[in-house]
Protein backbone atom coordinates (compact mmCIF):
# COMPACT_ATOMS: atom_id res chain seq x y z
CA UNK A 1 0.00 0.00 0.00
CA UNK A 2 1.94 3.63 -1.21
CA UNK A 3 2.84 5.09 1.78
CA UNK A 4 0.56 8.15 1.08
CA UNK A 5 -2.17 6.20 0.84
CA UNK A 6 -1.35 4.11 4.03
CA UNK A 7 -0.66 8.09 5.76
CA UNK A 8 -4.31 8.84 5.22
CA UNK A 9 -6.20 5.75 6.43
CA UNK A 10 -7.81 6.20 9.93
CA UNK A 11 -6.14 3.85 12.56
CA UNK A 12 -8.93 2.92 15.29
CA UNK A 13 -7.68 1.35 18.06
CA UNK A 14 -9.79 -0.49 20.70
CA UNK A 15 -8.81 -1.27 24.40
CA UNK A 16 -11.08 -3.88 25.70
CA UNK A 17 -11.32 -7.27 28.02
CA UNK A 18 -13.24 -8.92 25.39
CA UNK A 19 -11.79 -8.21 21.66
CA UNK A 20 -13.35 -10.83 20.71
CA UNK A 21 -16.80 -9.13 20.37
CA UNK A 22 -15.81 -6.68 17.81
CA UNK A 23 -14.57 -9.44 15.50
CA UNK A 24 -17.97 -10.25 13.57
CA UNK A 25 -19.10 -6.51 13.74
CA UNK A 26 -15.35 -5.11 12.34
CA UNK A 27 -15.41 -7.44 9.42
CA UNK A 28 -18.75 -7.75 8.12
CA UNK A 29 -20.20 -5.15 5.60
CA UNK A 30 -19.12 -1.82 5.09
CA UNK A 31 -16.59 -1.77 8.09
CA UNK A 32 -14.87 -4.60 6.27
CA UNK A 33 -14.74 -2.73 2.52
CA UNK A 34 -13.25 -0.22 4.51
CA UNK A 35 -10.67 -2.06 5.77
CA UNK A 36 -10.22 -3.85 2.38
CA UNK A 37 -9.98 -0.03 1.26
CA UNK A 38 -7.23 0.74 2.97
CA UNK A 39 -9.32 3.75 4.24
CA UNK A 40 -9.20 2.80 8.20
CA UNK A 41 -7.43 -0.15 10.32
CA UNK A 42 -8.67 -1.29 13.56
CA UNK A 43 -6.12 -2.34 16.15
CA UNK A 44 -7.53 -4.79 18.95
CA UNK A 45 -5.64 -4.27 22.17
CA UNK A 46 -6.68 -7.19 25.02
CA UNK A 47 -6.52 -5.55 28.31
CA UNK A 48 -6.27 -8.61 30.00
CA UNK A 49 -2.75 -8.92 28.39
CA UNK A 50 -2.06 -5.60 31.15
CA UNK A 51 -3.44 -7.30 34.13
CA UNK A 52 -1.13 -7.91 37.22
CA UNK A 53 0.47 -10.86 38.81
CA UNK A 54 -0.63 -14.26 38.04
CA UNK A 55 -4.11 -14.13 37.25
CA UNK A 56 -3.79 -10.90 35.02
CA UNK A 57 -5.72 -8.69 37.55
CA UNK A 58 -7.44 -6.00 35.86
CA UNK A 59 -10.23 -5.37 38.45
CA UNK A 60 -10.31 -4.58 42.25
CA UNK A 61 -13.09 -4.13 44.93
CA UNK A 62 -13.97 -0.44 45.41
CA UNK A 63 -12.20 1.38 48.15
CA UNK A 64 -15.39 2.77 50.27
CA UNK A 65 -17.41 -0.47 50.14
CA UNK A 66 -20.18 -0.64 47.35
CA UNK A 67 -21.17 -3.87 44.86
CA UNK A 68 -19.18 -5.02 42.34
CA UNK A 69 -15.44 -4.39 41.14
CA UNK A 70 -13.62 -1.56 39.27
CA UNK A 71 -11.42 -1.31 36.91
CA UNK A 72 -7.95 -0.97 38.16
CA UNK A 73 -5.57 2.08 37.12
CA UNK A 74 -2.68 0.23 35.81
CA UNK A 75 -3.73 -2.30 33.74
CA UNK A 76 -5.91 0.48 31.55
CA UNK A 77 -2.79 3.02 31.99
CA UNK A 78 -0.55 0.63 30.48
CA UNK A 79 -2.81 -0.39 27.82
CA UNK A 80 -3.21 3.36 26.61
CA UNK A 81 0.11 4.18 26.50
CA UNK A 82 1.24 0.82 24.55
CA UNK A 83 -1.49 1.66 22.05
CA UNK A 84 0.00 5.28 22.33
CA UNK A 85 3.57 3.70 21.39
CA UNK A 86 1.83 1.86 17.98
CA UNK A 87 0.10 5.13 16.85
CA UNK A 88 1.11 7.39 14.08
CA UNK A 89 0.88 10.66 15.56
CA UNK A 90 2.60 11.50 18.39
CA UNK A 91 -0.72 12.60 20.34
CA UNK A 92 -2.99 10.18 18.91
CA UNK A 93 -7.05 11.74 20.87
CA UNK A 94 -7.87 9.21 23.38
CA UNK A 95 -11.75 8.19 24.37
CA UNK A 96 -12.79 6.86 27.11
CA UNK A 97 -16.74 5.51 26.58
CA UNK A 98 -18.44 6.59 30.03
CA UNK A 99 -22.49 6.95 30.46
CA UNK A 100 -20.74 10.07 32.07
CA UNK A 101 -19.51 11.47 29.20
CA UNK A 102 -20.43 13.88 26.47
CA UNK A 103 -23.04 12.77 24.47
CA UNK A 104 -22.38 11.08 21.19
CA UNK A 105 -24.01 12.39 18.06
CA UNK A 106 -23.51 13.26 14.74
CA UNK A 107 -21.27 16.26 14.94
CA UNK A 108 -19.15 14.18 17.60
CA UNK A 109 -18.82 11.83 14.83
CA UNK A 110 -17.80 14.16 11.88
CA UNK A 111 -15.43 15.46 14.38
CA UNK A 112 -13.39 12.28 15.18
CA UNK A 113 -13.87 11.38 11.48
CA UNK A 114 -11.52 14.11 10.65
CA UNK A 115 -8.87 12.39 13.22
CA UNK A 116 -6.16 10.09 11.72
CA UNK A 117 -6.36 7.96 14.59
CA UNK A 118 -8.21 7.64 17.90
CA UNK A 119 -7.69 5.13 20.67
CA UNK A 120 -11.04 3.54 22.03
CA UNK A 121 -11.29 2.87 25.89
CA UNK A 122 -13.90 0.38 26.83
CA UNK A 123 -14.80 0.04 30.09
CA UNK A 124 -16.11 -2.61 32.29
CA UNK A 125 -17.73 -3.73 35.61
CA UNK A 126 -19.33 -0.75 37.84
CA UNK A 127 -16.50 1.43 35.93
CA UNK A 128 -12.95 2.99 36.12
CA UNK A 129 -10.80 4.13 39.01
CA UNK A 130 -11.08 8.08 37.94
CA UNK A 131 -7.53 8.70 38.57
CA UNK A 132 -7.81 7.32 34.74
CA UNK A 133 -9.40 10.06 33.47
CA UNK A 134 -6.34 11.68 33.76
CA UNK A 135 -5.18 9.94 31.04
CA UNK A 136 -7.31 10.33 28.33
CA UNK A 137 -8.52 13.17 26.31
CA UNK A 138 -12.57 13.15 25.99
CA UNK A 139 -15.05 10.72 27.77
CA UNK A 140 -17.94 10.13 25.38
CA UNK A 141 -21.38 8.30 26.00
CA UNK A 142 -24.05 7.12 23.46
CA UNK A 143 -26.96 7.57 25.69
CA UNK A 144 -28.37 7.83 29.48
CA UNK A 145 -28.46 4.32 30.41
CA UNK A 146 -26.06 1.71 31.96
CA UNK A 147 -24.57 -1.31 29.97
CA UNK A 148 -22.42 -3.96 31.21
CA UNK A 149 -19.58 -2.43 28.68
CA UNK A 150 -18.05 -0.12 27.14
CA UNK A 151 -17.73 -2.31 23.85
CA UNK A 152 -21.02 -1.76 22.24
CA UNK A 153 -20.69 2.22 22.47
CA UNK A 154 -17.17 1.57 20.88
CA UNK A 155 -18.94 -0.19 18.34
CA UNK A 156 -21.37 2.45 17.45
CA UNK A 157 -19.13 5.20 17.57
CA UNK A 158 -16.49 3.03 14.90
CA UNK A 159 -19.76 2.33 12.74
CA UNK A 160 -21.02 6.22 12.75
CA UNK A 161 -17.50 7.10 12.18
CA UNK A 162 -15.90 4.94 9.88
CA UNK A 163 -18.85 5.71 6.99
CA UNK A 164 -17.76 9.16 7.39
CA UNK A 165 -14.18 8.30 5.90
CA UNK A 166 -14.26 10.20 2.85
CA UNK A 167 -14.82 6.80 0.23
CA UNK A 168 -16.27 4.78 2.59
CA UNK A 169 -19.99 5.48 1.25
CA UNK A 170 -20.56 5.11 -1.99
CA UNK A 171 -21.41 8.32 -3.34
CA UNK A 172 -19.09 10.93 -1.86
CA UNK A 173 -22.34 13.13 -1.31
CA UNK A 174 -24.18 10.99 0.25
CA UNK A 175 -22.41 11.81 4.21
CA UNK A 176 -22.77 15.91 3.25
CA UNK A 177 -26.81 15.93 2.28
CA UNK A 178 -27.80 13.13 4.94
CA UNK A 179 -29.91 13.19 8.50
CA UNK A 180 -27.99 15.49 10.71
CA UNK A 181 -26.31 17.46 8.35
CA UNK A 182 -28.41 20.18 9.49
CA UNK A 183 -28.99 19.58 13.54
CA UNK A 184 -32.49 18.76 14.30
CA UNK A 185 -33.14 17.35 10.79
CA UNK A 186 -33.80 13.87 9.38
CA UNK A 187 -33.74 12.68 6.32
CA UNK A 188 -36.58 12.33 3.97
CA UNK A 189 -38.81 9.52 3.39
CA UNK A 190 -37.21 6.95 1.31
CA UNK A 191 -38.82 4.46 -1.21
CA UNK A 192 -37.81 1.99 -3.70
CA UNK A 193 -39.47 -1.37 -5.93
CA UNK A 194 -42.55 -2.12 -5.83
CA UNK A 195 -44.35 0.87 -7.11
CA UNK A 196 -47.59 -0.56 -5.38
CA UNK A 197 -47.08 -2.62 -1.96
CA UNK A 198 -50.14 -3.65 -0.27
CA UNK A 199 -52.10 -1.15 -1.74
CA UNK A 200 -49.80 1.57 -0.79
CA UNK A 201 -48.63 3.92 -3.39
CA UNK A 202 -44.80 5.42 -4.03
CA UNK A 203 -45.65 9.19 -3.98
CA UNK A 204 -46.34 10.28 -8.13
CA UNK A 205 -43.54 12.71 -7.46
CA UNK A 206 -40.79 10.33 -6.79
CA UNK A 207 -41.24 8.65 -10.31
CA UNK A 208 -42.14 11.99 -12.52
CA UNK A 209 -37.95 12.10 -13.10
CA UNK A 210 -38.31 16.51 -12.63
CA UNK A 211 -35.68 16.12 -9.90
CA UNK A 212 -36.48 19.98 -9.20
CA UNK A 213 -39.59 18.76 -8.02
CA UNK A 214 -38.31 15.64 -5.85
CA UNK A 215 -36.05 17.54 -4.34
CA UNK A 216 -38.34 20.05 -3.29
CA UNK A 217 -40.87 17.25 -2.22
CA UNK A 218 -38.07 15.73 -0.10
CA UNK A 219 -37.76 18.77 1.50
CA UNK A 220 -41.01 19.37 2.56
CA UNK A 221 -41.03 16.13 3.77
CA UNK A 222 -38.22 16.19 5.92
CA UNK A 223 -38.69 14.36 9.34
CA UNK A 224 -37.74 16.21 12.06
CA UNK A 225 -36.45 14.83 15.41
CA UNK A 226 -38.31 13.88 18.19
CA UNK A 227 -37.04 16.64 20.97
C1 LIG B 1 -21.74 3.57 28.48
C2 LIG B 1 -22.72 4.39 27.91
C3 LIG B 1 -21.96 2.59 29.57
C4 LIG B 1 -20.88 1.68 32.52
C5 LIG B 1 -20.34 0.64 33.44
C6 LIG B 1 -19.82 0.08 31.18
C7 LIG B 1 -20.97 1.03 31.19
C8 LIG B 1 -19.66 -0.38 32.58
N1 LIG B 1 -20.56 3.83 27.89
N2 LIG B 1 -22.09 5.12 26.93
N3 LIG B 1 -24.02 4.46 28.18
N4 LIG B 1 -20.85 2.00 30.07
O1 LIG B 1 -23.10 2.38 29.97
O2 LIG B 1 -20.81 4.78 26.95
O3 LIG B 1 -18.28 -0.36 32.90
Known sequence: MSPARDQNKMKIQIIS?????????????MLWKAQKAGLVEYKLINLRDFGLGPRKQVDDAPYGGGDGMVLRP???????????????????????????????????????????????????????????????????SIGNYVLTGGELPAM??????????????????????ESFSQPSVLEHPHYTRPEEFRGLKVPEVLLSGDHA???????QNQKRLQK
Do not use: H
Request: proline share 5%.
Open 213 to 219: KISNWRR
Open 74 to 140: EPLVAAIEAAKLKAKSQKPKVVLMSPSGVMFDQAKARELAKLDEMILVCGRYEGYDERVSEFVDEQV
Open 156 to 177: VVIDAVTRLIPGVLGGETSALN
Open 17 to 29: LFPQMFEKVLNAS
